[in-house]
């Protein structure tokens, strides 16, 4: 099984192909329909006579069902379930227990670019320092974790796909970009080095660019899948550029092969690390939606929900976290990258966070509250706490996923309605989309012994504990940060539940008509989802001796450094405690206020603080102000600010040599036009006039009847068969 | 008198020509195919007359040919006519020039 792990991409691609070409061959958009139909009413007397208008029936039997629905299902869904088998066959044959001591299997399919010998750099090749990419796929601990619960999850929405987008009439082409999508991630996981590592990252970026772009005839839909693709680009520069600088500084961009080195030798890397993980992080900063390049990832709720739901929430958004993860032996090394990881991820969960608070689309709160977890994770690295960070990413990719998809089954329940404003008392009319959501949103807000308490508590404890040599006071200061930030979570989390279904219903008459369960193909993946955000978390329990089995299966990608003292911090058991204590607290405190606020209170109590405060109010309402202000500075203010300074440059400055050139020109092609007008044309012409007299001889031939040409050549067999019998 | 292979090819040649002259000035649609059908019936017995005079089967295996085309060309040539008359409600192929130069 181990050695199919080429199979495991390659079944999505499969997919995405057959979905896409069976597509592409058979769907027929309004417009061509329109055109085609209205081409047959102008040749009037061929559409009375005609015998065949079976063409037309055939049309109109495509508006109404969506052709080849069933391969689509099979095809889609099918192809990321036999990745998933594949995946776990693949995991389970190399062993649990084997990935936790450090084994890992690779195989290489074809050298991809070979460079040559280069004998300046080549440190870590031996002798003959030959530079090449190979691709090559790895399972290790870190992608084994990773490949299960993305192919698990990925199979999970698949299926919530299939009745959430059954009426839809791009139902083939959405389950050929989520196949495609499924085959970059599974690229991107499995990737043996940086640059296939990026390749998937850019496949990635371009499903995601074409998902949320899904109902490209909305224009807020094709913007934001642009703009999620701008904004992408300026992470993907940084990360390239980190590509780059571990190719110089290492000639070779196998992650074994890179880490081993730079572990064995740090002293010899240590100078160049800090800037290559900054641009790494950059990278990670963008797909991954950390402060400041998170403003695509909100807009990004135009795609479908599912879409949201795997794209945006369980996997693609972690890949930045799986980088850092992946790279944390240049991490450790370079401690001032480190602070800048925590500080960026500590504000950004803070900052995402408090937008979550005012936000009244069901999945603009989600969109936030997973950037504000993308946040932790970050912090979680930024502290060394790699595998805790990877912990959340886990936990947060069951609780998340049914969160989005527990939205999608209420969207899809209210008709399209988004606004939670609209909404209230759907729990008893949607109650298995209600329990699941209120699992998820329990277990997001922390509420003890559900996973994300245990990964939280992981990870805030180990902020707790972190040292900063630099910075003294900074983990305490980032650890109340985190402890606040995950009040903010349990508060806008239930303030988004109790609006949404509790109380009494605020929507239209028709839409409280229209309020029903959706059909089983969605409740399944909620139900399992919901099961997995309840339990997933047992495999990370602190305290208890071997409780924390996620933490020894990924030590051995925390590669030992040489000279680099690392111990791990036993706090006492009170203290480890008091960090639990405080965060059921502060848990307990968010929740409480959103259920007196919004439950009890009616929302009393917000709008008063509201007119209490207009600034803070309308600064968090609109978020901060940043996108206008990104507007400003580099739309208006870089792209047509920089633009118009460039112009004035080119007017005056620039323009002095072709003014002077074209004077010059000006001259010489008095002389050009001379002789153009009466040599070359002249020619032109003649040889023109002569093939206008030519063809007013041979056309008279042309009379369009057959027994002319008949007769002619007759005449001309006649003739040809005289002078042979004549001359021979 | 005995058959000679010339009053084959003379047979031949009369039928071609006046398959060949029905081709040049009828007008019907009909009756220029049923002329073409004339046409490729003399070369046929063309090729059996050879055939027979040389003792070599070819010919005869490439009239068979020629049957069989002629039976293909004959149904197209009907298919073109009937929907030939059904635009244009008549069989004169004066009608059929609208692709002249």
């Not at chain 1, 805030?460 to 109340?480: G, I, R, S, T």
Request: proline content about 3%.
């Amino acid at each position: 099984m181990k050695n199919l792990l080429w199979a495991i991409p390659l079944v999505p691609l499969l997919g995405f192909l057959i979905n896409g070409l069976v597509y592409l061959l058979t769907h027929r958009t309004r417009g061509e329909s329109h055109g085609h139909g209205g081409g047959y009413g102008t040749d009037a007397h061929t559409a009375a006579t005609a015998p065949d208008s079976a063409h037309d029936t055939g049309h109109d039997a495509g508006h109404h069902d969506i052709p080849f629905k069933g391969l689509h299902t099979v095809v889609g869904v099918g192809s990321v379930a036999i990745a998933c088998l594949l995946a776990f066959g693949a995991i389970f044959d190399v062993g649990l227990k084997a990935f936790a001591e450090g084994a890992s299997h690779t195989i290489t399919l074809w050298r991809w670019i070979p460079l040559g010998v280069n004998q300046a750099v080549g440190q870590i090749h031996g002798g003959a320092g030959e530079w090449f990419v190979d691709v090559t796929l790895r399972i290790d601990s870190l992608s084994a974790l990773m490949l299960a619960f993305v192919t698990f999850v990925g199979s999970l929405i698949h299926l919530y796909s299939v009745g959430y987008m059954g009426h839809e009439e791009g139902y083939g082409r959405f389950f050929a970009y989520l196949n495609l999508f499924m085959f970059a991630m599974l690229v991107l996981v499995l990737g043996g080095n940086f640059l296939l590592l990026f390749v998937g990252w850019e496949g990635v970026g371009l499903c995601s660019y074409l998902l949320i772009g899904y109902y490209y005839e909305k224009d807020f839909a094709a913007d934001a899948g642009k703009k999620a693709f701008v904004v992408n680009r300026i992470g993907d520069f940084g990360f390239i550029l980190g590509i780059f600088g571990v190719f110089a500084l290492f000639g070779s961009l196998d992650f074994p092969k890179v880490f081993a080195a730079a572990a064995a030798n740090p002293a010899a890397y240590t100078p160049y690390l800090t800037v290559i993980c900054l641009l790494l992080f950059v990278g990670a900063c963008g797909k991954s939606a950390q402060f400041p390049l998170y403003v695509w990832l909100p807009d990004a709720m135009a795609g479908p929900t599912p879409v949201s739901a795997l794209i945006h929430a369980a996997t693609m958004v972690t890949a930045g976290v799986y980088m850092v993860a992946r790279c944390n032996v240049f991490f450790r090394l370079a401690p001032n990258a480190m602070i800048v990881v925590a500080v960026v991820g500590a504000f950004t969960a803070l900052f995402a966070a408090t937008i979550g608070v005012a936000q009244n689309d069901i999945k603009k709160v989600l969109a936030y509250s997973t950037v504000s977890q993308l946040g932790y994770m970050f912090l979680a690295c930024g502290v060394g706490a790699f595998t805790e960070g990877m912990f959340h990413v886990t936990t947060h990719a069951f609780f998340k996923a049914c969160l989005f998809l527990g939205a999608g089954s209420v969207i899809h329940a209210m008709g399209g309605e988004q606004d939670i404003r609209k909404m209230g008392g759907l729990a008893g009319k949607i109650p298995t989309t209600y329990r699941t959501f209120l699992i998820a949103t329990l277990t997001i807000s922390g509420v003890p012994f559900l996973a994300a308490f245990f990964s939280k508590d992981a990870i805030k404890a180990a902020v707790f504990h972190a040292e900063f040599h630099a910075v003294p006071w900074l983990p305490k200061a980032l650890y109340a940060v985190a402890l606040f930030t995950a009040g903010l979570t349990a508060f806008y989390m239930f303030r988004l539940l109790t609006l949404t279904f509790w109380g009494t219903f605020r929507g239209t008459k028709e839409q409280e008509h229209h309020v029903h369960e959706s059909p089983s193909t969605m409740t399944i993946p909620l139900v399992v989802l919901a099961f997995l955000s309840v339990v997933s978390g047992y495999v990370g329990v602190p305290i208890i001796e071997h409780g924390d089995r996620i933490g020894e299966f990924l030590k051995p990608i925390r590669l030992p450094i040489s000279g680099l003292e690392e111990h791990a911090h036993h706090a006492p058991l009170s203290v480890e405690l008091g960090l639990m204590a405080a965060a059921v607290a502060v848990a307990s405190i968010g929740i409480y206020l959103a259920w007196s606020w919004y439950a009890k209170g009616e929302g009393r109590t917000p709008a008063r603080l509201a007119a209490q405060w207009p600034g803070v109010y309308r600064a968090v309402t609109n978020k901060y102000f940043v996108d206008e202000a990104y507007e400003r500075v580099f739309v208006q203010g870089l792209a047509l600010g920089g633009g118009r300074f460039l112009w004035e440059v080119d007017a005056t400055v620039v323009d002095l040599i072709p003014n002077g050139a074209a004077a010059v020109t000006k001259g010489a092609s008095w002389v050009a036009a001379f002789f153009d007008q009466y040599v070359v044309d002249g020619l032109v012409n003649g040889v023109a006039n002569v093939f206008q007299a030519l063809y007013g001889l041979f056309r008279r031939a042309q009379t369009g009847r057959v027994q002319n040409y008949a007769l002619v050549m007759g005449g001309g067999l006649f003739c040809l068969v005289a002078a042979y019998l004549l001359f021979r | 008198m005995t058959i000679t292979i010339n009053h084959y090819l003379v047979v031949s040649f009369l039928l071609f020509s006046i398959g060949f002259l029905g081709v040049l000035v009828r007008r019907n649609f009909l009756t220029i195919l049923m002329s073409i059908e004339l046409m490729l019936n003399a070369v046929n017995l063309n090729l059996i007359a050879f055939s027979r005079r040389l003792s070599d089967l070819t010919g005869q295996v490439f009239s068979i040919f020629v049957i069989t085309i002629a039976a293909g060309e004959a149904a197209i040539g009907l298919a073109l006519t009937i929907s030939f008359f059904r635009q244009r409600k008549t069989l004169d192929v004066e009608e059929a020039r609208t692709m002249q130069g």
